[in-house]
């Protein structure tokens, strides 16, 4: 499991030392947060690939912010961690999330389940990837970076390629301009907005001989990608 990025959202703050520390250990790359709204700031910063969320926490509560996580990333795995044990609070987390583990637990049973749920993602991915995409006329290829355009094939940057991919996962949605900042450059410094405004007039001219793709504004969020 090294070099798995996880975002370990708990609020207290002796528990979550243990379990970073634990993690870290087993090899994983832990962020860990205390609050729900300082999690979610994270998640937004940096690539996750597993999220372990505490369902009661200040600011912003577990599934609260489980919900705004999907919005961003609908595939990312989520497991709860939760002193309840009712049955209708069970049934709101595997509504949202992928897993929950009752507090107390040992750190053994939650490793095997977030191994479990990688493994299960591991292999949905391997099984669904889809690696090439026909954006009206033109394909768009993200292993090769390219872009076939009446048979002329136009070689994309990496910025591109990811901007781009960002824009068909949110395919007639708003990709907020906050979020692909901190996915891709990092920060959402004026700097690297004015960057962005760049690559996406460069995709933009990509598209110009196929006019059912648009790339719009979306003015104060966004861009959304409509087809």
């Given amino acids: 499991m090294d070099n798995i990025r996880l975002l370990l959202a708990e609020d207290d703050v002796n528990l979550g030392k243990i379990l970073s520390s634990y993690l870290n250990a087993k090899g994983f790359i832990v962020g860990h947060a205390d609050n729900g709204e300082m999690a979610f700031d994270m998640f937004c910063s940096?690539?996750?690939?597993?999220?372990?969320?505490?369902?009661?926490?200040?600011?912003?509560?577990?599934?609260t912010l489980a919900k705004e996580i999907r919005k961003l990333d609908s595939k990312i795995p989520i497991i709860f961690l939760t002193a309840k044990n009712q049955q209708e609070d069970i049934i709101e987390?595997?509504?949202?999330?992928?897993?929950?583990?009752?507090?107390?637990?040992?750190?053994?049973?939650?490793?095997?389940?977030?191994?479990?749920?990688?493994?299960?993602?591991?292999?949905?991915?391997?099984?669904?990837?889809?690696?090439?995409?026909?954006?009206?006329?033109?394909?768009?290829?993200?292993?090769?970076?390219?872009?076939?355009?009446?048979?002329?094939?136009?070689?994309l940057t990496t910025r591109e390629t990811e901007l781009l991919l960002m824009l068909i996962s949110k395919k007639n949605e708003v990709l907020e301009r906050g979020?692909?900042?901190?996915?891709?450059?990092?920060?959402?410094?004026?700097?690297?907005?004015?960057?962005?405004?760049?690559?996406?007039?460069?995709?933009?001219?990509?598209?110009?001989?196929?006019?059912?793709?648009?790339?719009?504004?979306?003015?104060?969020?966004?861009?959304?990608?409509?087809?």
């Fill in 46 to 63: 940096e690539n996750y690939n597993i999220c372990v969320i505490d369902v009661m926490m200040p600011l912003k509560d577990g599934f």
């Fill in 93 to 155: 987390g595997l509504s949202i999330g992928d897993d929950y583990v009752t507090k107390p637990f040992t750190m053994d049973v939650l490793l095997a389940r977030i191994q479990a749920l990688l493994r299960r993602s591991s292999i949905a991915d391997a099984e669904n990837e889809v690696t090439t995409f026909n954006l009206g006329n033109i394909v768009f290829d993200k292993m090769r970076q390219t872009l076939t355009i009446h048979g002329e094939e136009k070689k």
């Fill in 179 to 227: 979020f692909a900042l901190k996915k891709i450059w990092g920060d959402d410094s004026y700097y690297n907005a004015r960057s962005m405004d760049v690559y996406i007039t460069k995709l933009r001219k990509y598209f110009v001989s196929e006019p059912s793709v648009q790339i719009i504004n979306v003015h104060g969020v966004g861009f959304k990608l409509v087809m």
